[in-house]
C-alpha cells in the first residue's frame, strides 16, 4: 500500500518575501531577525511546451490614447491632494494604518461620495453586511450605487468584478483575503502576494481603480512581503494616535502624484473631516511665558505648516543622562547636542534632554534644527522665546546655519498667522520679497550663537 505523498515545506521571510528550504534566525535577504516562517509549498504548474497561441504585440508609445485617463474625485480635497488630483482610473492603491485609526471610515465616506454618480462595490473579509449597514448609518452613508460583499475569497471577487464591472472597488482588508489555490492560510505572504497580484492584474485589465486596505505590525509597518508595497500603485498611510482626534495621511508611494504631500483629519462624530489649516490646529493651546518653546516652519509637499517644538532640561538622576525625541529624529537630537556644547559652548553632559513636537506632527525637514536647538538652550537657561518669534534653518557642524528651500513661502505663512519676527538663515533674506519684510521683521543670523541672541532679546 502506497503512504500518502510528504507535503513539502518551505520558510518564507515575513518582510520581503525571501524563500528557503531551511530554516534561519536571520533573513539572508533583507537582516530581519526571527522573521521565516514555515508555510507548505504549493506544487509547481505544469508548463505546455508548445508556443503560446496568444501573440504579444507591442505599440508605439506615440500611438498611445491618454484621453480616458481622467480621476475620480473622493469628495475631500486633502485624500485628493495625497493622491495628486483624485483616483486614477486601473489603479491599485494601498492603504495602511494602526488598528482604529479611521480607514474603513474614510474609506466608507469615500465610497458614499463616488457612488452619487458611479456604481461602487465594497467588500469586506472582517464584517457582516449587517454590521457595515450600521457603521454606514452613523456616518450618513446611503446609495443605491453602493454594494456590499462579505467575501474572502479573491477568486470569486474578480470573477465578479469582470461580470458586474463596477466602476471602483474597495477590498477590507487584504490580510482576510485568500486564494483556495494557495495552501498556506489568510494573511501569510504567498497569500497577501498572489492575492494582491490577482486584483493588480484585474484592475488594469477592466480599468477599474481597486483601494486595498492593509494593516499594520507592530513596527508600523504593512503587515505582509514587501513585495506587495511593490505591485501597487500607491501606498497611504494613516499616522496619529488613535486615542487623539487629529490624522495625518501620508503618501510614501505614488506612481500618479507626489509623495511630499499630507492630508490633516479630525476625527468626529460623523467621521472624518479635512482639517483645512493644519498650523492653526498645531499651535492651538499654545503656552505663554514659558521656556523651552519654539515655532519652526516646515513644508509637506507645497504646503507650509506651522508647528510647536518645546524642549525640556533637567538634571539627571542617573549616571547616563536620557535623551528622548518625540516627533523628531533621535538620532538628530544628539547631533544638535553635540553642535550645541562644541561650538556654542552649552553643556548638556550631565543633563537629561527632551524634545516633543506638539500635536503628534513630525518633523523630518532639516529647517526643524534651529526651532530644536533654541528650544534647548531656552530650556537649559530658563529664558522665554517671545510668542511672536518663529525660526528656520538647518544647522551644520561647524554650528552654522545654513540656507533652506523656499523661504518665502515659510515667511509668508508665519506672517498671515500673526508672528512679527522670524530667525531664519542669513542666506535666505535675498530670497524674501522685500514687500513681505514690511509686515515680518527678518533677523538673519550665519550661526548658533547668533540665533541665541537674536530669540533671547
Not at 507548505?40 to 504548474?45: L, Y
Not at 465594497?122 to 462579505?150: F, H, K, T, W
Not at 468584478?161 to 504567498?190: A, C, H, N, W, Y
Amino acid at each position: 500500500m502506497m503512504g500518502l505523498a510528504k507535503l513539502r515545506t518551505m520558510f518564507v521571510c515575513s518582510q520581503c518575501g525571501y524563500e528557503s528550504a531551511k530554516w534561519y534566525g536571520r533573513c539572508p535577504s533583507c537582516g530581519e531577525w526571527n522573521c521565516m516562517n514555515e508555510e507548505v509549498a504549493a506544487p509547481e504548474p505544469v508548463r505546455a511546451a508548445n508556443v503560446p497561441s496568444g501573440v504579444t504585440k507591442a505599440e508605439r508609445i506615440a500611438d498611445i490614447s491618454i484621453n480616458d485617463g481622467h480621476r475620480y474625485r473622493t469628495g475631500i480635497a486633502e485624500f485628493d491632494r495625497v493622491l495628486g488630483g483624485g483616483i486614477v482610473c486601473g489603479s491599485l492603491v494601498l492603504l495602511g494604518g494602526d488598528p482604529g485609526i479611521g480607514k474603513s471610515t474614510i474609506m466608507l465616506q469615500i465610497c458614499n461620495h463616488i457612488a452619487r454618480t458611479e456604481r461602487v462595490l465594497y467588500v469586506s473579509g472582517e464584517e457582516s453586511p449587517r454590521q457595515i449597514r450600521l457603521r454606514a448609518d452613523r456616518l450618513g452613508v446611503a446609495g443605491d450605487n453602493l454594494s456590499v460583499m462579505a467575501q474572502t475569497d479573491v477568486q470569486l471577487i474578480c470573477e465578479y468584478i469582470r461580470e458586474d464591472k463596477p466602476d471602483f472597488v474597495v477590498i477590507d482588508s487584504i490580510q482576510t483575503m485568500s486564494l483556495s489555490d494557495v495552501s498556506s492560510s489568510p494573511g501569510s505572504v504567498t497569500q497577501v502576494r498572489e492575492c494582491t497580484n490577482m486584483l493588480l492584474r484585474t484592475a488594469k485589465n477592466y480599468d477599474i481603480p481597486i483601494f486595498i486596505i492593509g494593516h499594520v505590525n507592530k513596527d508600523g509597518a504593512i503587515a505582509g512581503p514587501k513585495v506587495m508595497e511593490h505591485i501597487v500603485d500607491a501606498v497611504l498611510y494613516f499616522e496619529g494616535d488613535r486615542n487623539m482626534s487629529y490624522r495625518i495621511l501620508r503618501a510614501v508611494k505614488n506612481r500618479f502624484g507626489s509623495t511630499n504631500e499630507i492630508g490633516v483629519f479630525e476625527m468626529r462624530e460623523k467621521g472624518l473631516t479635512e482639517v483645512e489649516n493644519p498650523s492653526q490646529m498645531l499651535l492651538s493651546g499654545r503656552p505663554t511665558n514659558v521656556s523651552g518653546t519654539c515655532v519652526s516652519c516646515v513644508l509637506e509637499g507645497t504646503r507650509p505648516i506651522l508647528a510647536e517644538v518645546q524642549g525640556l532640561v533637567a538634571a539627571s538622576g542617573f549616571g547616563n543622562p536620557r535623551r528622548m525625541a518625540t516627533g523628531f529624529d533621535f538620532s538628530r537630537l544628539n547631533l544638535l547636542l553635540a553642535v550645541l556644547e562644541k561650538r556654542a559652548g552649552y553643556y548638556f553632559a550631565n543633563l537629561d534632554a527632551y524634545i516633543n513636537v506638539v500635536g503628534g506632527f513630525r518633523l523630518d525637514e532639516p529647517a526643524a534644527d534651529l526651532a530644536v536647538t533654541l528650544a534647548l538652550v531656552s530650556g537649559l537657561k530658563d529664558f522665554v522665546i517671545a510668542e511672536d518669534v518663529i525660526a528656520f534653518g538647518e544647522v551644520g557642524l561647524a554650528g552654522e546655519v545654513r540656507s533652506v528651500s523656499q523661504a518665502e513661502q515659510r515667511v509668508a505663512e508665519a506672517a498671515r498667522l500673526g508672528f512679527r519676527r522670524c530667525i531664519l538663515p542669513q542666506g535666505c533674506i535675498k530670497q524674501i520679497d522685500p514687500s513681505l519684510a514690511q509686515s515680518i521683521e527678518l533677523l538673519g543670523v550665519r550661526n548658533v550663537r547668533q540665533a541665541v541672541d537674536a530669540a533671547g532679546r
